[in-house]
């Protein structure tokens, strides 16, 4: 599971990448801009939930010993 969460924050952790790079910061939130920032708010949720995801696990295995 952890290679999975892995895998899947480094694709998130690309797409806010790329999507940064398509942003046009003279006016963010016209045309295709404003699709680049949903991409990357919706990439940062991904990984604060693959985290969340990732800790709980944590504290599951830690209960059961």
Avoid: H, W, Y
Avoid at 20 to 43: C, M, R
């Amino acid at each position: 599971m952890k290679v999975f969460t892995t895998i899947l924050m480094v694709i998130a952790l690309g797409l806010i990448i790329f999507n940064l790079t398509q942003i046009d910061f003279n006016k963010p939130f016209e045309g295709d801009s404003i699709a680049a920032l949903i991409g990357v708010v919706a990439s940062f949720c991904a990984v604060c939930i693959l985290l969340i995801f990732r800790m709980s696990k944590k504290i599951q295995t830690n209960l059961k010993r």
